[in-house]
């Protein structure tokens, strides 16, 4: 629970460096940056367990990190049009695709009851967001394609898994791919 909560913590801990230098750094540039700071942190325990590096699931890894990227480069995007709670909260409604994405590629079935969750989520959300609808409409549409790439990244995560992908596997290829996919629009 405390590993949870720390992580979250520092995920909005990122997210307000971000706001704090979208001013300055182009989303590429931002992104690229922040893969740099994970591969400088987490090489160490890669070299550790050279096992990890080997994949037969190269392919699906791209996928992945290409909806990962062109989620975090689209919420960043969000950012410059939204405050940061409205993009936040617009972003974690990646939850609601989820399941549909996974319906449709996974093939994993769908419950009823889950049916009435994303729509209570919705109303939900609605009455969070200011009342009076008094959002940028770019932002906001920004906003939604970013929730729905994360919700194709989760949902190619959630296929690594079935795959029996080590998660440090995912972590490596999703900093590296990252890096090498970031790097040509940051220059």
Known sequence: MMVMLAASF???????FVVLVQDRYSVAQIILFRNLAALLFLTPIFFKNPKYFRTNHI????IR???AYINVALFYLTLRHLGLVDATILNST??????????IWLKES????????I????LGITLILQPNWNL???GSLIALCSSITAAFSFASVRSLNLKNEPPLRSYFYFYV??????????I
């Open 59 to 62: 392919k699906l890894h791209i």
């Open 177 to 186: 791919i990252g890096f090498v996919f970031v790097f040509p629009f940051s």
């Open 65 to 67: 990190n290409v909806w």
């Open 10 to 16: 520092l995920y909005s801990l990122g997210n307000l």
């Open 119 to 122: 729509g209570f989520g919705f």
């Open 136 to 138: 940028s409409p770019l």
């Open 94 to 103: 990646y939850a609601f695709f989820i399941p549909f994405i996974s319906f």
């Open 110 to 117: 769908m419950p009823a009851h889950i049916w009435w969750s």
